[in-house]
């Protein structure tokens, strides 16, 4: 099978997935943008939080160029990235009870903030603790992972519970259990995974509407241009200083 089939099928693949997820997750994704514009219309903070490669669709809404300013990474030290030896490490460390608590207890996050949970699976104590403690600070929660996990896996949380159980939204990712799109003669394992591609333009889809929202109510959302533009370091240095006591991603 040749090289140019195989990445055919992973974008035909990809673009379905976000088809499914554009038109299926409509509605949880609209009610996860209006609790973003509240938030941010009420004075409140914005967090997100995914470990391991769910971290990637997380910081992809953080202190980027047409991302709004106010979302801050809330990371959990050892599964942020691949920068811990052994990789594995950062695997082990999602499924320690008690770490998102102690996170959470150290964060500058008060009742009335929203966190976004990121989690493919949603079954590590990882997760599924950070959603609960946060709700319990009194943070509204949105969680985005795959509903297949919660059907066809056990959780390895010791309540059996997995994140979707507590959440004030959750938005399914659609992604099969295994993350794996392709497979193909002479290739043992299956391959393609597509949940970082689906996950951040969920992620994004999400911000895109709590702009909207706030626009729409006469809110100028403060949103942040590319620094490689001309102007655009000077723009976010302005919009860093006025919200600077709601962002903590520059202390």
């Given at each position: 099978?040749?090289?140019?089939?195989?990445?055919?099928?992973?974008?035909?693949?990809?673009?379905?997935?976000?088809?499914?997820v554009?038109d299926?997750?409509?509605?949880?994704?609209?009610?996860?943008?209006?609790?973003?514009?509240?938030?941010v219309?009420e004075?409140?903070?914005?967090?997100?939080?995914?470990?391991?490669?769910?971290?990637l669709?997380?910081?992809?809404?953080?202190?980027?160029?047409g991302?709004?300013?106010?979302?801050?990474?809330?990371?959990?030290?050892?599964?942020?990235?691949l920068?811990v030896m052994?990789?594995?490490?950062?695997?082990a460390?999602?499924?320690?009870?008690?770490l998102?608590?102690?996170?959470?207890?150290?964060?500058?996050?008060?009742?009335?903030?929203?966190?976004?949970?990121?989690s493919?699976?949603?079954?590590?104590?990882?997760?599924?603790?950070?959603?609960?403690?946060?709700?319990?600070?009194?943070?509204k929660?949105?969680?985005?992972?795959?509903?297949a996990?919660?059907?066809?896996?056990?959780?390895r949380?010791?309540?059996?519970?997995?994140?979707?159980?507590?959440?004030d939204?959750?938005?399914?990712?659609?992604?099969?259990?295994?993350?794996?799109?392709?497979?193909?003669?002479?290739?043992?394992?299956?391959?393609?995974?597509?949940?970082?591609?689906?996950?951040?333009?969920?992620?994004?889809?999400?911000?895109?509407?709590?702009?909207?929202?706030?626009?729409?109510?006469?809110?100028?959302?403060?949103?942040?241009?590319?620094?490689?533009?001309?102007?655009?370091h000077?723009?976010?240095?302005r919009?860093?200083?006025?919200?600077?006591?709601?962002?903590?991603?520059?202390?």
């Amino acid at each position: 099978m040749s090289e140019n089939k195989l990445s055919g099928q992973f974008f035909d693949a990809a673009i379905g997935l976000l088809q499914q997820v554009r038109d299926e997750e409509a509605g949880h994704i609209a009610a996860a943008g209006t609790v973003l514009a509240d938030t941010v219309q009420e004075g409140g903070r914005l967090f997100v939080f995914g470990a391991g490669h769910s971290s990637l669709a997380a910081q992809d809404v953080v202190y980027r160029a047409g991302g709004l300013a106010l979302v801050n990474l809330l990371a959990v030290p050892g599964v942020v990235g691949l920068d811990v030896m052994p990789a594995t490490l950062g695997s082990a460390l999602e499924r320690v009870n008690g770490l998102a608590g102690a996170v959470l207890d150290t964060s500058p996050a008060e009742p009335g903030d929203a966190l976004i949970v990121v989690s493919l699976s949603g079954r590590n104590s990882l997760p599924v603790e950070m959603a609960m403690n946060a709700r319990a600070l009194g943070l509204k929660v949105i969680g985005v992972t795959s509903l297949a996990y919660a059907e066809r896996t056990k959780s390895r949380h010791a309540s059996g519970t997995f994140l979707k159980d507590h959440c004030d939204i959750v938005i399914d990712s659609k992604i099969a259990v295994g993350d794996a799109e392709l497979s193909a003669e002479g290739i043992a394992a299956p391959f393609g995974p597509a949940s970082t591609v689906v996950t951040s333009a969920l992620l994004q889809a999400v911000v895109a509407t709590a702009a909207g929202e706030l626009a729409a109510r006469g809110i100028d959302p403060p949103m942040l241009r590319s620094g490689n533009v001309d102007g655009g370091h000077e723009w976010n240095g302005r919009v860093l200083d006025e919200y600077g006591d709601r962002i903590f991603f520059r202390h």
